[in-house]
Structure formats: structure tokens, C-alpha cells
């Protein structure tokens, strides 16, 4: 994926996108943005009755399957995880040509099991558009519109989507987000699909990878953008809007592509999205170390509810690639090693995904992203008291480049920078460094209070010195 300009004045974000009360509330009620991918290509997973219990350990709220694994959906009765279900791409000439065999794949893969499995979303194919076989294009929305029929036709109509799942690669145009479009070359084809997303009310699923995107562009601030870590950001020409990540990038350009089409409204669901935590010596970017920093930077972006630029106040549904490990996958060695858990249940790395770990005791401490370095712990499976909190400030004789670069991915990440703002009680002294320790440190104490939040590329230190001066309080101190 291309990347665009960056090289455009930096500027800090004015204002929280959202109230720390009302996203605390909203984190503890519910956390169904965060689901996960359970690929079947493998000889050693664990029974679906003890995957079923680990999931229901964690705040995954959601699973997608590739097919329709009798075994895994009746597992997962009465343990209120949603489902998303798939009809293979083999499957599509008949579904589209006809409804009976349409009807028959309803009757046998949702009917028995709905509604005490809870069953959103029937994915007809997998990246279809950008598929080898051409043919299949054609008969993806009959296949779609003969499987929604059916669904109409046992009364589910509405209670269970119908959708597709796409590549980033429907996209001729990505760069720089506002210019998001899809390829012309599918003529027709995804205006018609989209029509019948917005009928039906059925979200638009698309594969989002920023680790494809570090790969075609394997610089050290280009990891950095694609692992949610501090980094000078990149501005849109188009809008004028800074992106710090690379993430709501591609969701952004994804969004002005259904908006040119004239389908703003219609839902993105990132169907997948991950990094792999090995790969061969030849592959650019698997490390344990950037997998656990971008997969665990990415669930607390979603807990933030910040939203992307283009989308705020909301996170999208997000699955993320993968549950397990898949063994039998060809390939280079990380198309195996994706894996969350490992077959035995234990954590391949740990992302702060446990109930026992992860949920926030006060309104004040809502998770948000963490500035984790590629060597920086994340928070270990079991739960360990947390020392005096402090205050998290710039380490002594850090650049101001590297400062400016701390300052606005701190205030990027929904925290409210508005007391350093012109008029504000922190505005003076007018430095960068003083903005910054004062950015720092509250995003330090709104991503958990931990030590690894006040890291920011080893510029950061905990002090017990209370910073505040003047008017200007710092938020902080004891837990």
C-alpha cells in the first residue's frame, strides 16, 4: 500500500473526542468491537467445547469462522459470543443459480442453532472480488440476495446479516485516505453489492492489513505508524487531517470509497486484521515483539472509542487474525503463526484480553492506546498489584523532535489537550517540552497507570515529584 505525504506541519489535537465518563461507561457495558478469527486449517486445535470456555474467559465478544463447523457453533450455544458463519467460495455458483440449494444451506447451518448460538453475520465467500476465478463475480449478489431470501423466509430476516469479505485490493486508490476509491474495473458489481448492504442493513467487510503495508515499506517510522507507537503522523493533503496510525488509514480510505459511491452510511466491519508473531528470515516484519505491540496498541485504540478520523466517538467491529495458530496453511512461516493462543489455551503473548485483567475500576482510567515500544512488556496473564502511580515525564535531554513527535500521539489518542492549548492553565510555559511532559503524562494515566504506558520509545520515566506548577495541575500521583 502506498503511503502518503508526511512531511506536513504537525499540529496537536484540541479537544478529547469523547468524555472519559461516558467511555468508561460504555467500555464496561460492552466490548462487542473486539472479536476474533477461528481458521480450522490445522490438525492440533483444541475441542470446541474448551475453545468455547477460553473465549468466554476473555473480551472477545465476537467470533468469525471461515465455514460452518456444526461442532464449533453448537459449542458456542448460550455463551452470548456472537458468530459470524461463511459459505465457501465453491459454494457460490449454487447459491446463486439456485434458491433451494440457498434455502437447504439455511435449513441445515442456522436453523438447528439459532438463536441459542448467536448467529449476526452469513459471509457468502471470502475476498471474491479480487479472487482468481472471475466468473464467481457475477454470481456473488444473486448468491447473496438468494441466502438473504431464505434467511427472509425462516422470519431471520434482519436478525441475521448477509455479507461478503473483501481485500484491500478492491481499492485502486488508497492514498492518501480522502481520495479512498474502488476499482473501476469492477464496473457495477460493488455499487450493485452496496445497494443491497444499505436494503438490508448489512455491514461492509474488508481485511485491513497494516502489516502488509510495513512490509512494502519497511522503514523504522513506518513500523512505528503501522504499530500505533509515537511517530510524527501523516497528513492527509486531501483534508488537512493528521493520521497516527496506519490503521485508520486504511479504514478511512475504505470509508471514502463507499462515501464517493454515495454509501456513507453503510457499516465497515474490519473482518480481519493482525500480525504475525514469526515468520522466515526473508520476511520483513514478524517478531513476537511486533505482534504483541500491534495487536495489543490496536485493542486498546478500540477500547478508547476514539473512532478514526473520519468516523469518530465510535469503534469499528474488528476481528482480529487469528484465535490460533494454523499448522497445516502453505506458505511462508507466518501464514502459521498468528495465533492469540497457542492448542494447549496458554497465551502465545499476552494483549490485555483477559476479563480478570483488563477492565478499568474507575471512570477516570479508561484503556486507551499505549505508547508500547517493540521491546516493551505487555500486561502479564495474571494480574499483579500495581505500585504508586506517579507522574510520567520526558526523560532528561530528549530532542525536541523526538518531544513534538510524543506530543502529538499522545494528544491523537482522544485525551483532552486542551489545557495546553492557547488560554489554557498549561499553555505557559509555551515550549514543546513542557506541552509534551503534560501530554505524556496524561495519557500515562488514562492507558492504566502501568510502567509500560510511560515508555514513548524509552523517552519517558515514572517521578514522584509532583510536576503540577502554577495553575497547571498534572493529574497523578497514588493509585
Not at 455491514?203 to 517510522?221: G, H, K, L, T, V
Not at 459511491?261 to 500480525?275: Q, S
Amino acid at each position: 500500500m502506498p503511503l502518503f505525504n508526511h512531511n506536513s506541519p504537525l499540529f496537536i489535537c484540541a479537544a478529547a473526542l469523547c468524555p472519559l465518563f461516558f467511555q468508561f461507561l460504555h467500555f464496561a457495558c460492552s466490548q462487542s468491537f473486539i472479536g476474533v478469527n477461528y481458521g480450522q486449517v490445522a490438525d492440533n486445535l483444541p475441542p470446541p467445547a474448551a475453545t468455547a470456555k477460553l473465549l468466554q474467559s476473555t473480551s472477545i465478544e465476537k467470533v468469525r469462522l471461515y465455514g460452518a463447523d456444526p461442532a464449533i457453533i453448537r459449542a458456542l450455544a448460550d455463551t452470548g459470543i456472537g458468530i459470524v458463519i461463511g459459505a465457501a467460495n465453491g459454494d457460490i455458483p449454487a447459491l446463486a443459480s439456485d434458491p433451494n440449494f440457498a434455502g437447504q444451506w439455511v435449513a441445515t447451518n442456522v436453523l438447528p442453532y439459532y438463536p441459542a448460538s448467536k448467529i449476526l453475520v452469513i459471509t457468502v465467500g471470502n475476498e471474491v472480488m479480487t479472487a482468481t476465478d472471475q466468473n464467481l463475480i457475477s454470481q456473488l449478489l444473486p448468491a447473496m440476495q438468494n441466502v438473504q431470501n431464505a434467511l427472509n423466509a425462516a422470519s431471520l430476516g434482519g436478525k441475521i446479516k448477509v455479507s461478503t469479505v473483501h481485500s484491500m485490493a478492491v481499492l485502486t486508490q488508497s492514498d492518501p485516505p480522502s481520495s479512498g476509491t474502488f476499482n473501476p474495473g469492477f464496473g457495477g458489481t460493488m455499487k450493485a453489492l452496496l445497494q443491497f448492504h444499505q436494503a438490508n442493513g448489512s455491514p461492509f467487510m474488508i481485511n485491513p492489513y497494516p502489516y502488509f503495508a510495513y512490509q512494502s515499506d519497511p522503514r523504522a517510522e513506518t513500523l512505528a505508524f503501522c504499530l500505533f507507537q509515537p511517530n510524527a503522523g501523516r497528513v492527509d493533503s486531501g483534508t488537512g487531517i493528521k493520521y497516527m496510525n496506519m490503521f485508520d488509514a486504511q479504514v478511512d480510505a475504505v470509508h471514502s470509497a463507499l462515501n464517493a459511491l454515495g454509501f456513507k452510511d453503510v457499516e465497515i466491519v474490519v473482518a480481519e486484521t493482525g500480525w504475525p508473531y514469526k515468520g522466515d528470515p526473508t520476511e520483513v516484519g514478524p517478531s513476537l515483539d511486533n505482534a504483541k505491540a500491534f495487536n495489543g496498541n490496536l485493542i486498546s485504540h478500540l477500547r478508547s472509542l476514539v473512532g478514526t478520523p473520519l468516523m469518530p466517538g465510535k469503534s469499528v467491529d474488528t476481528y482480529i487474525f487469528a484465535l490460533f495458530d494454523e499448522d497445516l496453511k502453505p506458505g511462508p512461516s507466518s501464514e502459521r503463526s498468528f495465533g492469540l493462543f497457542k492448542p494447549d489455551l496458554s497465551v502465545t503473548y499476552d494483549v490485555d484480553l483477559s476479563k480478570n485483567s483488563q477492565t478499568p475500576t474507575t471512570p477516570a482510567t479508561p484503556a486507551t492506546p499505549a505508547p508500547v515500544s517493540p521491546t516493551t512488556p505487555i500486561t502479564p496473564v495474571t494480574p499483579v498489584p500495581k505500585p504508586a502511580a506517579g507522574w510520567c515525564v520526558p526523560k532528561p535531554g530528549v530532542s525536541d523532535a523526538q518531544l513534538q513527535s510524543n506530543l502529538d500521539y499522545a494528544c491523537a489518542q482522544g485525551i483532552d489537550c486542551s489545557p495546553i492549548q492557547t488560554g489554557g492553565t498549561c499553555f505557559d510555559p509555551n515550549t514543546v517540552a513542557a506541552h509534551a511532559a503534560y501530554a505524556m503524562n496524561l495519557l500515562y494515566q488514562t492507558a492504566g497507570r502501568n510502567p509500560w504506558n510511560c515508555d514513548f520509545l524509552q523517552t519517558a520515566t515514572l517521578t514522584y515529584t509532583n510536576p503540577s506548577y502554577g495553575q497547571c495541575s498534572y493529574p497523578g500521583g497514588n493509585t
